[in-house]
């Protein structure tokens, strides 16, 4: 399995960034992912994670109404919108799957993080005036 994000960068305050992940050697559909994030000195957080399974999906309430995690399931792409960026949502942004995933989606994104099954390389996220 190997999980490929993409699509980080500087911005201003207020902007917009869309991050994706292309999802390769998952050949079932019992597997849930999501967008993690880790900001300079903090924890590891969960931002927004999807179960490919259940089609139920998680945000965390700092992001509720900004962010829009979506799946295109025709080209196994994990998609997450960020609008209206604000300076604290600066960090790495990582995306990981558990496969199977789990039957309640916030659990991928709130408990044990670095017991995933499936990480990718970070793409770095940076909100500055």
């Known amino acids: 399995v190997q999980l490929q994000a993409s699509g980080g960068g500087l911005v201003q305050p207020g902007d917009s960034l869309r991050l994706s992940c292309e999802i390769s050697?998952?050949?079932?559909?019992?597997?849930?992912i999501g967008w993690f994030r880790q900001a300079p000195g903090k924890e590891r957080e969960g931002v927004s994670c999807i179960s490919h399974e259940y089609g139920t999906t998680y945000y965390a309430d700092s992001v509720k109404g900004r962010f829009t995690l979506s799946l295109n399931n025709a080209t196994n792409t994990l998609y997450l919108q960020m609008n209206s960026l604000k300076v604290d949502d600066t960090g790495v942004y990582y995306c990981?799957?558990?496969?199977?995933?789990?039957?309640?989606?916030?659990?991928?994104?709130?408990?044990?993080?670095?017991?995933?099954?499936?990480w990718g390389q970070g793409t770095q996220v940076t909100v500055s005036s």
């Open positions: 050697g998952i050949y079932e559909d019992d597997y849930a």
């Open positions: 990981a799957a558990d496969w199977p995933g789990p039957r309640t989606i916030e659990n991928l994104c709130k408990l044990n993080l670095h017991e995933r099954d499936y």
